[in-house]
């Protein structure tokens, strides 16, 4: 079960995290989790570079080491990264000490300050501590955790592309913080929507950046 638009109720339950950006101009956030992936991460980035479009990367801190010349294009085309742990480690099933250690072990290749948990599940004594630690790459520095206001479904083997694609167009409004994933499994349906996506929105005026707080 998941959420495709996120309730207000889950935003209030946990203020400090980042559902939407606040923002006066007409822009969207669309991240991608997972990566950086052999197949997905090129086409997210021919893509993105088509409508000259930014984007911010939730990268696994294992796929970053097999794929590195993929992280480093990433960069170097001006999108944003972020943690998202070593492992892929669920927060809900996992010690404290075990999550921040692989949280840290990440940030050794992904040097930034944002940080989104996997499958978004994380304690609240979780959050404590990473919002207060100091990252080991730049001193006094405290994650900003990252959620999302619209989750595509691009993973939900049981939906098809149409209704990804749906999910976004139906639910995304000004300042939204749209989810995709550059992985295998989700493959096919983020290849349909993503430049639908793209295409809608451009055509409506809206600018597509990179998290940057």
Same mark, same amino acid.
């Given at each position: 079960?998941?959420?495709?638009?996120?309730?207000?109720?889950?935003?209030?339950?946990?203020?400090?995290?980042?559902?939407?950006?606040?923002?006066q101009?007409?822009?969207?956030?669309?991240?991608?989790?997972?990566?950086?992936?052999?197949?997905?991460t090129?086409?997210?980035?021919?893509?993105?570079?088509?409508?000259?479009?930014?984007?911010?990367?939730?990268?696994?801190?294992? /796929?970053?080491?097999?794929?590195?010349?993929?992280?480093?294009?990433?960069l170097?085309?001006?999108?944003?990264?972020?943690?998202?742990?070593?492992?892929?480690a669920?927060?809900?099933?996992?010690?404290?000490?075990?999550?921040?250690?692989?949280?840290?072990?990440?940030?050794?290749?992904?040097?930034?300050?944002?940080?989104?948990?996997?499958?978004?599940?994380?304690?609240?004594?979780?959050?404590?501590?990473?919002?207060?630690?100091?990252?080991?790459?730049?001193? /006094?520095?405290?994650?900003?955790?990252?959620?999302?206001?619209?989750?595509?479904?691009?993973?939900?083997?049981?939906?098809?592309?149409?209704?990804?694609?749906?999910?976004?167009?139906?639910?995304?409004?000004?300042?939204?913080?749209?989810?995709?994933?550059?992985?295998?499994?989700?493959?096919?349906?983020?290849?349909?929507?993503?430049?639908?996506?793209?295409?809608?929105?451009?055509?409506?005026?809206?600018?597509?950046?990179?998290i940057?707080?």
């Amino acid at each position: 079960m998941y959420l495709v638009s996120t309730p207000r109720f889950l935003r209030a339950l946990y203020p400090t995290l980042v559902w939407q950006i606040d923002t006066q101009d007409k822009s969207l956030y669309l991240t991608f989790d997972d990566g950086p992936h052999e197949t997905a991460t090129p086409f997210v980035l021919d893509t993105l570079k088509q409508f000259d479009a930014k984007a911010t990367f939730f990268c696994i801190g294992k /796929n970053v080491y097999q794929q590195k010349p993929l992280f480093e294009r990433i960069l170097a085309e001006g999108h944003a990264v972020g943690n998202h742990t070593q492992n892929h480690a669920n927060g809900w099933d996992t010690n404290n000490y075990y999550y921040i250690k692989d949280v840290q072990l990440a940030s050794e290749m992904i040097h930034s300050n944002l940080f989104r948990p996997p499958y978004g599940r994380i304690k609240r004594s979780q959050i404590k501590e990473l919002q207060n630690s100091d990252a080991d790459y730049e001193e /006094n520095s405290a994650f900003k955790i990252i959620m999302w206001s619209v989750l595509s479904g691009d993973f939900d083997q049981k939906i098809s592309k149409e209704k990804c694609l749906k999910n976004v167009l139906k639910n995304t409004e000004n300042g939204s913080i749209i989810v995709f994933h550059d992985s295998a499994k989700a493959f096919e349906k983020m290849k349909y929507a993503l430049p639908k996506t793209l295409e809608h929105f451009s055509k409506e005026g809206f600018q597509f950046k990179a998290i940057n707080i």
